[in-house]
């Protein structure tokens, strides 16, 4: 794999064809605004053909707004089908908890109190008037369920796990290392990260991710990490490729 990979600096996006891929949002409604406003900018100007804006996942959790951000990216995507959008375990972990209320799942652990306030809903697993602390989660999981509008779950469970253009391959949290791109898992897809991170060699495309955060985007021989904790540090990073020229864009607003 050392000998047939790409190495960053000789990586090229598609000829013609701009590519923008953003990191984990969790909820930053507001810098995932900005960066499209950012994007929608360069575009108006740009003398390509065409573009591709990649979202890495996890675009709920943690952060104040995930419903806002679900209703932004519906939007966009309706709106042009060139806005890509891909699954991060968060996102998969809100469509699970939906499924089947598990108090020490990924939802409820990692940020999902968050993403149901943003439905208007307050979950606890806590005592409450209800009784039990499971007889407390049900409530608040039967009222999320009638919050979540169906065109949510729909778009959920339309996330594709990767995609690829040029020498990069993008997906959340990167790849197992000796197995074919196209044979990857979605675990690990949307969840690996020692193995992946470890790995000294190429692989056979440079693989832009998230979902291990970076005080600033990490730029490696074989792979490029733009999770800048968005939710809390208030920095949302990208990658731009437009043919052999690579950029990494950030915006800021406001850190928790």
């Known amino acids: 794999m050392t000998e047939t ?3 960053y600096l000789d990586a090229r996006g598609p000829e013609g064809l701009r590519v923008y891929a953003i990191g984990d949002v969790h ?3 507001d810098l995932l605004a900005a960066m499209h406003r950012r994007i929608e900018s360069e575009l108006e100007y740009a003398s390509s053909s065409d573009w591709r804006v990649i979202h890495l996942g996890d675009y709920v959790d943690r952060g104040p ?3 806002s951000v679900i209703d932004f990216l519906i939007e966009a995507r309706e709106r042009d089908p060139r806005n890509v959008m891909l699954a991060g375990n968060h996102d998969i972990g809100f469509l699970d908890f939906l499924d089947r209320p598990d108090p020490d799942g990924l939802f409820m652990r990692y940020g999902g109190v968050q993403t149901a306030a943003s439905y208007g809903v307050k979950l606890s ?6 009784g039990r602390p499971d007889e407390a989660l049900a409530h608040g999981h039967a009222a999320l369920v009638a ?3 169906q065109a949510h779950i729909d778009f959920l469970k339309s996330l594709s796990f990767s995609a690829a253009f040029g020498d990069f391959f993008f997906c959340h949290a990167g790849i197992r290392p000796g197995i074919p791109l196209e044979s990857q898992s979605p675990q690990d897809l949307i969840w690996i990260r020692d193995a992946f991170h470890d790995h000294p060699g190429l692989y056979p495309k440079v693989i832009v991710h998230g979902h291990t955060p970076v005080p600033e985007a990490e730029v490696m021989a074989n792979r490029v990490n733009v999770d800048t904790l968005a939710w809390q ?3 949302l990073s990208a990658l731009a490729v437009n043919g052999g020229d690579k950029r990494i864009l950030a915006v800021q607003g406001k850190a928790f």
């Open 147 to 149: 919050a979540v509008p």
């Open 5 to 7: 990979g790409i190495h």
């Open 233 to 235: 540090s208030g920095t």
């Open 125 to 130: 697993t806590g005592s409450s008037w209800f």
């Open 27 to 29: 909820g930053r409604h």
């Open 65 to 67: 707004d995930s419903k």
